[in-house]
Structures are given as C-alpha cells and as structure tokens.
C-alpha cells in the first residue's frame, strides 16, 4: 500500500528553545507577524516573551488575544479580519491545540479565499496558508506538528475537523519554560490527548511501519513520564520527555489517521463545550472495549493491542507489569491469538491511570452530559472525519451503546 508521510521541516525541543527561532525567523522573509494566543497566556506575559524573540530578528507584531478553548468559527472569523487588516504575512501561534488550530484555520482562509466552514473535510484548500511558527504550551495535542485543525461550530453544535497538508506549520518550538506551568488537571488532560493520539495511530487503517515507530515510542513514554509530570510540574526530564512524547504521537496520527475516539469525542466536546483531552480521556477505554470485540486472531486489531501491551511493559503471560520479551512486532509475549489478554492489560492499564490522573471514569460526572442526547451525539460522531479511519466502522446503535456504557462506567 502507497502511504503519504507529511512531516514539519523544523522543530526545536527543550528548554531555551524559543531562542533558537531567531536566526530561523530572518530565513521566511517576513516583515508583520501576528501572535494568536489567549488571555491568560497575554496578560502573564508569555506573549511578550514570545514577541521580544521577533523584534530581536527584526519583525513588526501584534497579538491577538481572544483564542478560547474548543475555538469557534466566530473567534476565527475575527482572527482572520484581524490579520488581514494589519496585513500579516506571518502568524505565530502560541498555545495548546486551540490557539494552533486558530492559527491554522486563519491561515488557510486567509491564503485560500472563502469562509473557514469552506474546509470542513479532507484536502480541501487549494493553496498553502500563510507560515505559521508554532509556540507550543502544552504537550498533548501535537496541533503544532499534524495536518488536522479543528474548529467548532456553535450553530451545529458540533466541531469541523479538516485534514488538509497545507496547513502544517512552518517550524514548531517545544520550550519547556512554557510548559512547566500547566496546573496539573491541564498536564493530565493533554498528557491522555497524546496517549489516545498514538494508540489510535497504531488501530488505525493508514497504519504503517513509520508510523507504528513513533507510535509506540510515544506510548512507553506517556506511560512512564506523564505521572511524574502531573504530580511534579516543574520535572524537567518528565515536561521534555512529554513534549516529544506528544508531538512524535501528533506526527503518528496525521499520518495513519485516528479513529473512533476522537469521533465521539469532537461530538461530545463540541455538543457541550467540554475539553477535548478530558472527553477523550474518559472515552478511551470504553471505545478500546468496543474494538476489542471486533479483533479476531492475526488481524491487524489483534496485532495492535499486542504492540500497545509491550509498548507499557505490560505482560499477560506473567502478570508482573514488566515485558521483557523480543518480539520482532514490538509487542509483548502475549500473543495474537490471545488478543483477549493483551486488549484486557492495555484496557486496565488505562484505567489504572486517568485514576492517578484525577480524570473521570465515567461521562456522568461531566458536566452537562445527559443520555439523551447519544442519539444526536452518535450522528454526528459518525460523520466526524476520523471516523473514516477508525479499523472497523461501527453502526450507529454501537457507537450509542460505547456512550451509554461510558455514561454508566465500569461499576
């Protein structure tokens, strides 16, 4: 099978890193920039780290300040006038996933003429948007390196996810000194988004040899650091392994595609403005369950929960939380025909950590969340984009039932 793989030219990692924009900055040619970011990150001044990086390599910018989570059509819309008044030739995102997803929605309307629903869907622009540094905050997402943005609109109460190549950023920076202080629910939330991420990287049908790489990296190391990040924000080696962990997680799925997580949860966050890492968190194990049922021996489901349990040292076999084992597919002794045993590890393994998290087990303790709305939820779910990549596409009814036992939980 052909694969595309799309990748960002530059990225710079590790503590410091913004610095390093400098001498890159003069290489684009550009004369305005303008930062999008929120509030938060303007008024403690971030922002203003951030800009004195481009004054020093002799830009002009501005900042808009408005980015809010889950952004809506109505926030771009004004990012979008924003730029083009000023007559911006660069953006410069600063942020998680929202202010990145701005960015990248912005400039593609920007480039390409239209209005941002235009979009919606796979390969739909004609032209690359405007460059776009990307000044990552948080380490889950991976915005900062895929080829998805999303975008919510409130009168569907629903998000639009696009997957289009000319919307990737032109150099991506993972500064630590910007992430270490994300208050711990933030760092569990978007430490769980890049766990699903790679997981669904690895399920998905555009899975491939490159991709399964940087997939199954990433689990191990979301696996071994993001505890030690939530329970310790000012951890360097965890926030620096968090910040690779995430964005070689974003490089994974916007090569293979991901699936029915983030279906439902684009559904259920944007049906109810809840946050995206949070609803995938609490959906992922529910949904790997579903998919679980649908694995049988030697299929690519089975082979995937096999590498998963190797790739967080779990084993079936022995039960002892360490795998020691060499198989040739990454994966641990437990094998394919036992996929059972090795779904049920990856599955309890989950569990086991949105508990150390602090994050819900079920979606009845979210906010707002009511069982009759599955119906509308599982619709829209269903036509989400990701859902096209998902290794088995599900009925209607089943993806109902997956919210409904999430609703009710485990017990």
Known sequence: MAVRISAVKTTFFGKGAIRMLIPELGKLHARRAMIVTDSFLYSSGAAKRVGDVLSEAGLEYLVFYKVKPNPTVEIVNECIETAKKYQVDILVALGGGSAIDTAKATSIVAANGGKVQDYEGVDKSEKPGLPIIAVNTTAGTGSECTTYYIVTDPLKHSKMAMLDPNCMVSIAV????????????????????????????????????????DALWAITAVHDYLPAAYHDGKNEEARTMMAYAENVAGMAFSNAGLGMVHAMAHALGGFYNLPHGLCNAVLLPYVLMFTASKAASGNHIAEGFCKMAGAMHLCGKNGSGSCHCQNRNGGCCVQNDNVRESASAVITEIIRMNMELGIAGRLSELKGVDPKDFSSLAKLAMHDSCMASNPVLPEEAEVISVYTGAFNGLN
Do not use: C, Q, R, W
Request: net charge negative; hydrophobic share 45%.
């Open 174 to 213: 993972n500064d630590v000194d910007f992430m270490d202080s994300m208050p711990p629910k933030l760092t569990a939330a978007t430490g769980m988004d890049a766990l699903t991420h790679a997981i669904e990287a690895v399920l998905a049908k555009g899975a491939s040899p490159v991709t399964d790489k």
